[in-house]
């Protein structure tokens, strides 16, 4: 089967930094999406990684170790409206192939 | 542009009954998926379309679900007869290419509940 893992809830002060991790053991591999989604609206795309190293993007980082199975999320400079939840996805074989984390719900505290 | 086009977005019905959920793609997209989300089983794939044809529904629970796409713009997914379990949102999503870091656009979901 496939597994990808994240942990169920984090919680993080205002102006902090936090790291969701996500591992995976799929049978197949072709990338990596980390999306976010507000509490009763749709996933939005955050990142993606396909080799091995870190992706930065503004406020928003995101790690991927392929030999290790590993990923993680960083987010700088916390903000109330970070508070969300952090799918973590993996694409399969092609971008119609792609398994979701059970999501990580963030929440920011002032 | 518009973004991805769900309706409705609440529906709420009583077991037995047919529900019917439509969805409207980014207009170019050649590919729509539809997902469904629940606390339970989190984000899964149920069917999608490559130029308006099915390619893959093995994640279509059982046959009591189908999913149609008359043409580019408009793919229905119907549930018959519904059941509690159904309960669940759903969403709809399209993207342009298989390949590369093009993404899925998701629709702002269907918040199905059968009583």
């Known amino acids: 089967g496939q597994n990808i893992d994240q942990p169920t809830e984090m919680t993080a002060t205002e102006g902090a930094i936090v790291q969701i991790n996500c591992t995976y053991q799929?049978?197949?591999?072709?990338?990596l999406f980390w999306y976010q989604q507000h509490a009763g609206e749709a996933p939005t795309f955050l990142s993606y990684?396909?080799?091995?190293g870190l992706e930065e993007k503004g406020r928003f980082s995101s790690f991927l170790s392929r030999s290790k199975g590993y990923s993680y999320l960083l987010l700088k400079e916390l903000q109330m409206k970070d508070s969300a939840s952090y799918l973590c996805a993996v694409r399969l074989y092609n971008n119609n192939d792609m398994r979701f984390g059970a999501g990580t719900r963030l929440t920011v505290k002032p | 542009d518009a973004g991805v086009i769900q309706s409705p977005r609440h529906e709420v019905t009583e077991m037995g009954q047919e529900v019917t959920l439509r969805c409207k793609p980014i207009?170019?997209?050649?590919?729509l998926f539809w997902y469904r989300q629940t606390m339970m089983r989190g984000l899964e794939l149920l069917i999608y379309?490559?130029?308006?044809?099915?390619?893959?529904d093995s994640g279509m629970p059982e046959d009591r679900f189908s999913a149609k796409m008359p043409n580019a713009s408009f793919s229905t997914l119907k549930i018959q007869p519904s059941e509690p379990r159904d309960s669940a949102v759903y969403f709809c999503a399209s993207s342009f290419r298989e390949f590369g870091t093009d993404t899925k656009y998701f629709g702002p979901g269907t918040r199905l509940t059968v009583l």
């Open positions: 990684n396909v080799l091995d």
């Open positions: 799929t049978s197949g591999f072709n990338g």
């Open positions: 207009s170019g997209h050649d590919y």
């Open positions: 379309f490559n130029n308006n044809v099915p390619i893959d």
